[in-house]
């Protein structure tokens, strides 16, 4: 029997301001109306970043706590936070809102190439983060930028630190990354181990392609 399809919705992002967007949603009470829409919308799942209150990223625990629950009032939509973060993050920033349990949270596989600047997640970090997730009981996705993170995720996997079923976010088109095409996703997906699903994340205008290339092969959406 086929897999329902799993919409997840990506409500703000790490990088794209209110001057870019004006209907983009930053303050914790229009994250969490924004979560409610996508979820009445047909989203299960809403991805998190949080900003302050003139729009910039931030990791602050603070900040998260209030969203997530103004988002757990209105909605009953499964809520992934970032530890991805954004660009000039530290690890230890990255991580710090696990600890407020939200159902599931994104974990880089590898250090990745963002346009002019990186984000670093050596092994050790992704051992780090994938602790802390165990601590807190909550879900990794296992996100991918580049052909070699699918490989480093079978490092955590062998050690124990991620167990069965495994879900992974395959971020394609962000400059400098991993592309999008047929043969860059059937090189992701030959490379998933047993038991696993995939979300397809199709960034700037490769979204649609993105999502159809994910239906056409029998994986996730994200949109946003």
């Known amino acids: 029997m086929a897999n329902k399809m799993v919409i997840t919705c990506a409500i703000t992002g790490a990088e794209t301001t209110k ?14 109306n924004a979560a409610a829409e996508a979820c009445a919308a047909g989203a299960a799942i809403v991805h998190l970043h949080a ?4 729009g910039s990223p931030t990791a602050s625990v603070d900040v998260f706590k209030k969203a997530i629950d103004l988002i757990r009032k209105k909605s009953d939509v499964v809520v992934e936070i970032t530890t991805g973060g ?29 346009g ?29 930028f580049d052909v070699s993170h699918v490989q480093s995720s079978h490092i955590l996997i062998k050690e124990g630190l991620i167990k069965p079923p495994y879900h992974y976010g395959f971020v394609m088109q962000v400059p400098a990354a991993l592309s999008l095409s047929v043969k860059t ?33 029998g994986g996730f959406i994200r949109v946003g």
Do not use: W
């Open 86 to 114: 954004a660009v000039g993050m530290t690890p230890e920033e990255r991580i710090a809102p696990v600890a407020l349990k939200p159902d599931m949270a994104s974990l880089d596989c590898g250090t990745v190439n963002f």
């Open 185 to 217: 996703l059937s090189y992701m997906m030959d490379q998933m181990p047993p038991e696993s699903y995939f979300t397809v994340m199709g960034i700037g205008r490769a979204h649609i392609p993105g999502i159809c290339g994910a239906i056409a092969a």
């Open 51 to 54: 900003r302050n209150d003139d």
């Open 19 to 32: 001057a870019q967007q004006p209907a983009l949603p930053v303050t914790p009470e229009e994250l969490a």
């Open 116 to 144: 002019n600047d990186y984000i670093v997640n050596t092994l050790p970090i992704m051992r780090q983060f994938a602790s802390e997730m165990n601590k807190y009981g909550v879900r990794p996705t296992l996100e991918c």
